[in-house]
């Protein structure tokens, strides 16, 4: 009887080890794919930000010029167009 339940410990203990080596190597995979997906992220918001500051560079140049207008009540001639190459 004795041995009946060692061998049945036994087994038990053999599959739980199985059981976590396998969970243990899909717990690594996920953690690359975590890894893998907030690096994409990271470039995607620091394209984003990049974006947003040439947009707001953009218009506060835009602006700057509309009350440099406003106040003197003077548009600033267009820049000219360098000729074309021949």
């Known amino acids: 009887m004795r041995k009946i339940v060692l061998a049945a410990a ?14 243990a190597e899909k717990a690594g995979e996920t953690a690359d794919a975590v890894a893998a997906d907030t ?20 218009a506060v140049a835009e602006g700057a010029d509309d009350a440099k207008e406003a106040m003197t009540g003077e548009e600033e001639a267009p820049a000219e167009e360098a000729p074309a190459a021949e």
Not at 10 to 16: E, K, P, R, V, Y
Not at 42 to 51: I, K, L, Y
Request: charged share 20%; aromatic share 0%; hydrophobic share 45%.
């Open 10 to 23: 036994t087994a038990g203990a053999a599959l739980t080890l199985a059981a976590c080596s396998e969970t």
């Open 39 to 58: 690096e994409a992220n990271v470039e995607a918001m620091a394209e984003g930000a990049t974006e947003a500051a040439e947009g707001a560079t953009e």
